[in-house]
């Protein structure tokens, strides 16, 4: 799994913080937002600042703390991404949203065609 750097502002934790307090929803827009809100998560459920570097790999059956939803592209086949994206619903469902994408000749990758996954 590849490292990437992040940063939570203290502004942005406490906002996150609050927004599960409150009963709110989470909706990560990104596979690093989803790495990042995860690898900062506390074992409480709530959301540390700071900065540093994740390798946090995510893959089905991991009990994610923050992150509600996400939206993200569709990804690469047999690639860790694809296992994260799984990991927020299930390999199946995910798998027949890439056959409806190829169907429908969506755009992957990076191209604009994206998801919402809950």
Do not use: C
């Not at 540390?48 to 994740?54: E, L, Q």
């Not at 790999?57 to 991991?62: A, D, M, W």
């Not at 000749?105 to 996954?117: C, E, K, T, V």
């Amino acid at each position: 799994m590849h490292s990437e750097f992040y940063q939570i502002t203290p502004e942005a934790a406490a906002v996150i913080n609050e927004t599960k307090a409150a009963g709110g929803r989470v909706v990560a827009v990104g596979t690093t937002s989803t790495r990042t809100l995860e690898t900062a998560a506390k074992p409480d459920g709530t959301l540390a600042p700071g900065s540093g570097w994740t390798d946090i790999f995510i893959y089905p059956g991991y009990e994610f703390k923050i992150v509600d939803s996400l939206i993200t592209n569709f990804h690469l086949p047999e690639s860790t991404l694809l296992m994260l994206v799984s990991a927020m619903s299930s390999r199946e469902i995910i798998l027949d949203a890439y056959g409806e994408a190829v169907r429908e000749q969506y755009r992957f990758f990076s191209f604009g065609d994206a998801m919402l996954i809950h």
